[in-house]
């Protein structure tokens, strides 16, 4: 038997969704913070809602100031200028263009803008943990097309003979970018492989062989740093072959072995995440799937009971210890 990792349970945690205020303004709270958790203001959903509560609670049970600010909010506030900001932001969206403007203001920013960016772009991913060696499908990468190709060019290029030649079918064709298993789809033949490219258009698509043994399945560990703090094996739904709790799958704790662990590590060295999580397509063998900046614990937390909120919110607190950053207005702007 392969060693196991355990996992320590902490407080239980029931879930209980919180409603949501209505104030948007970016009020002195937010200005003199600790820290900002930053959020989409146009995306709502019980469980984000759940998670956002859990983290600000679980921040001033320490004692930290952790604010919700949105990406709205808070790119208004850079550009205005003459904003005290935080030493911290909880990054807990995909707008890498407001982690990018953060950092460059002097705001250490959990995951970084450039972290975001290679797990949002599953091409871009699929190319770092390559380049590490850490075993994930073999895939293939739809090249930039600046139209919609017909059915006649997709089937004459090179990258749909590729995946005949190289991966076979059945095959896992998916959006590059997307989230909840969505724009994903198994794929059959050329044919069906080509609608997909045409229906996706103009977003960047990959191709991945198809591994029997995780239809309908895969395991998660939520890292923080580069500790596993809880993990869990999913199972999807009327035989839906992606493995999804949003879904409408089932979950259950699960102790991952040591060499899950030490690939799950590499994968967060490799694409520089402080916190995250690592799927893997087969709970018998580390075969990396994906790798989410900004995974969702909801669920997590209720099969595992595991507090994730709190373990995220210490390495913020760590993360916070240096002076807030003051990003300058231009000469002439009021200083508010």
Known sequence: ??????????????????????????GASARHADAWLVTNRWLHWDKFEWQFAALTGAAAERGLDLQRVSTDEALAALAGGNVALPATALIMDKDVAAAAQLEAAGVRTVNSAAAIAACDNKAYTHAVLTAAGIAHPRTCTAPLAYRNLTVEEWRASAF?????????????????????????ELVHESGEL??????????PVIVEEYIAASHGRDARIY??????VAAMRRFSAGGDFRANV???????????????????????????????????????????????????????TEVTGVDVASQVVALLANASR?????????PGSPIR
């Open 194 to 203: 080509v609608a997909f490219l045409r229906a996706a258009h103009p977003a």
């Open 246 to 300: 949003t879904g409408g799958g089932r979950a259950e704790p699960w102790e991952p072995p040591a060499q899950f662990v030490e690939v799950a590590r590499a994968a967060m060295e490799a694409l520089g995440l402080d916190v995250g999580s690592v799927d893997f397509l087969d709970a018998d063998r580390p075969l990396v799937g994906e790798v989410n900046s900004n995974a969702q614990f909801a669920s997590l």
């Open 322 to 330: 240096r002076p807030a950053a003051t990003v300058m207005a231009p």
């Open 1 to 26: 038997m392969p060693a196991r990792t355990s996992l320590r349970r902490t407080r239980t945690v029931v879930l209980r969704m919180p409603s949501r205020s209505t104030d948007d303004s970016l």
């Open 223 to 228: 890292m923080v740093g580069r500790t596993p």
């Open 160 to 184: 749909v003979a590729a995946v005949g030649r190289e991966l076979g079918y059945p095959a896992v064709a998916k959006r590059a970018v997307g989230s909840w298993g969505q724009g994903v």
